[in-house]
């Protein structure tokens, strides 16, 4: 038997002999069927995030297939093993609830098992964040592949895609504009096939800016799920991740602080999901790393939206990718980033974007100069209302409301809003903001992408689009509006968004980056005393005790204080 510390002799079961553990071991994984050849070569896990409720992953099977064609023409030999995998729609209560589990799920099997580096097939929202903070905590050699978009669909004529499309034609029938048959209809076209979002939700987001990240093999975002581009993409990874691991490059190389600047940069150039900011946060934490949310918005003055792609422009993923992808964006963006940040290939940043092919015509992708938006596509706000910050997506607000201020109407909780928001007798009016409290971190729990509060029925009705919004939920990517999300501390940790009272007056200021409760602070106080705090049913045990007893705020990523190593720097580093 081979004696190097590689492949199948990596991290032996304890039962304190080696050699009879490496036996068993041998024993077993020849049980199907390997040969001795086989098995003395360095092995490549693959993790299998397939599932019958994942729609976003139904291509994951394929891809292990190329990755595995890949990891076998580099030498090595590829091992898929499986985590859990979630999807948006089928993850109970919030698929944020369950991304920490399966980051704990991924670190352990890539610990647990005989692997010298690991592929992360991934895709749906919080796959990606989940598998890169569980890869960075591990230190294994990492690559992530996505499972790249879904294509755009057709309704009677009109290009559609998930699910910016789905928002605004559910909009559209509950103000009367569309009917049961054409919802119905609408229904069959939004998710043509297997993939992730086609807009720049959270899923596009991720997948850009861990590429930005240097996680990723350039290029490798925007292929779409079907295409032969997507298989050639899996084939390359899996024969890079071969070559990671005989180089030993790990993630702590690459997730530098410079390397999360980038990816911070790229963040707010693609118009991205505010989900972002949560996701880098837990990412950079992972290695030790704080987001510094000030500096952050700074980037985000100097920085413009370059991407025109929905919800903040009109295209989809599929234009990205054909405009180039990442590459051409990061071309643009040049004097922006550091180029000498390590990527997965072992080449810089800058040497990547010298390397992919460039002066071709695209309409997608705008130049600096001309951008999009002239701003970056989030701004950070600060105020008594939110003394640790909140964010707003200002490229897919509505220009006249980002100053504006207007009587309270207030939720306690997201139940509250669902019984109440569409009663004919609500006293609301178009010029109001909408407050939703308890729909936070610990608040819902998970805090769910319920800041897109619906407009009030009898408003819509009258044609109101939108109105501001404030809470201490998250978004969809997909999703546009004036709206105000993550306000820390939230309202089920003490922050003041638990002591604001239907008729309050408050005032946003998107430029002046303020978010203001026109209170008295003695009758804030009086509040406070008379406010209670939720209690979740079930709490006293399993996975929501340690949820609700370890999940930090939204500037911290929302991630379990006991996954976080002690903070050593800050992103942007010397921020802060
Ligand atoms: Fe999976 Fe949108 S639901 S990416
Ligand atoms: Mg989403």
């Known amino acids: ?50 599932s019958g409720f994942n729609a976003c ?115 559209r029938y509950r103000a009367g504009e569309v009917d049961e048959g054409e919802i119905a209809e609408v229904n069959e076209r939004l998710v043509p096939g297997a993939g992730t979002c086609g ?59 410079k390397a999360f600047e980038n990816a911070l940069t790229v963040l707010l150039a693609i118009g991205g999901s505010t989900n972002g900011i949560v996701h880098l946060a837990a990412m950079a934490g992972r290695v030790g790393l704080k987001l510094d949310l000030d500096a952050f918005d700074r980037i985000g003055r100097k920085v413009p939206v370059l991407v025109d792609l929905k919800p903040s422009g009109r295209n989809y993923m599929e234009d990205l990718h054909d405009a180039g992808g990442l590459p051409t964006i990061l071309r643009e963006l040049r004097d922006h980033l550091h180029l000498g940040c390590l990527t997965v290939t072992g080449r810089t940043l800058g040497e990547e974007i010298d390397r992919a092919p460039a002066g071709f015509p695209q309409e997608i992708v705008a130049t600096v100069a001309d951008p999009v938006y002239p701003q970056g ?79 009030p029925r009898k408003l819509a009705r009258q044609g109101v689009k939108d109105m501001v919004r404030i809470s201490d939920a998250r978004m969809s990517g997909t999703a546009s509006g004036t709206i105000v999300l993550h306000v820390t501390p939230e309202a089920a940790a003490g922050g003041p968004l638990a002591l604001v009272r239907d008729g309050d007056m408050i005032e946003l200021d998107v430029d002046g980056r303020t978010l203001t409760l026109d209170v008295p602070p003695v009758e804030l106080e009086r509040r406070r005393s008379e406010t209670l705090v939720r209690h979740h049913e079930g709490s006293d045990r399993g996975y929501l005790k340690l949820f609700l007893d370890h999940v930090l705020q939204a500037d911290r990523g929302c991630d379990f204080d006991f996954l976080v190593p002690p903070v050593t720097g800050t992103v942007p580093a010397g921020g802060e």
């Open 377 to 455: 596509g989030m701004a950070v706000l600060r105020g008594n209302l939110a003394p640790d910050g909140a964010i707003v997506k200002q490229s897919a607000a509505t220009p006249e409301l980002l100053r504006h201020r207007g009587r309270a109407v207030v939720f306690s909780s997201v139940e509250d809003m669902a019984a109440r928001v569409d009663d004919p007798n609500l006293d609301v009016q178009a010029d109001d903001v909408l407050v939703l409290q308890n729909a936070g971190p610990k608040g819902a729990p998970g805090m769910p992408e319920a800041g897109y509060m619906p407009i």
């Open 57 to 171: 992953h139904a291509n994951v099977p394929d891809l292990i297939e190329a990755a595995k064609r890949g990891v076998l023409l580099a030498g090595a030999l590829p091992v898929p093993f499986p985590t859990i995998s979630i999807h948006e729609s089928f993850a109970h209560p919030t698929s944020m609830y369950l991304r920490n589990l399966m980051s704990i799920d991924t670190e352990e099997m890539i610990r647990a098992q005989p692997m010298d580096a690991v592929v992360l097939i991934g895709g749906c929202d919080k796959t990606v964040p989940a598998q890169s903070m569980g890869a960075a905590s591990a230190g294994l050699p990492a690559i992530h592949l996505v499972t790249g978009p879904m294509l755009t669909g057709s309704h009677r004529g009109e290009r559609v895609g998930a699910c910016t499309d789905c928002r605004r034609f559910w909009a």
């Open 199 to 257: 807009v720049m939700g959270t899923a596009s987001t991720m997948a850009l800016v861990v590429e930005a990240l240097g996680m990723m093999l350039p290029g490798g975002a925007t292929a779409p799920a079907v295409s032969a581009d997507r298989r050639r993409i899996a084939e390359a990874t899996g024969a890079l991740a071969a070559e990671m691991a005989a180089a030993r490059r790990v993630p702590s190389q690459i997730m530098t602080a």
């Open 1 to 50: 038997m081979s004696d190097t510390k590689q492949g199948l002799n990596k991290g032996l079961t304890s039962y304190g002999d080696e050699g009879f553990s490496l036996f068993l071991r041998k024993a077993f994984i020849k049980g199907m069927g390997y040969s001795d050849d086989a098995l003395d070569r360095p092995i490549i896990g693959i993790v299998d995030t397939g």
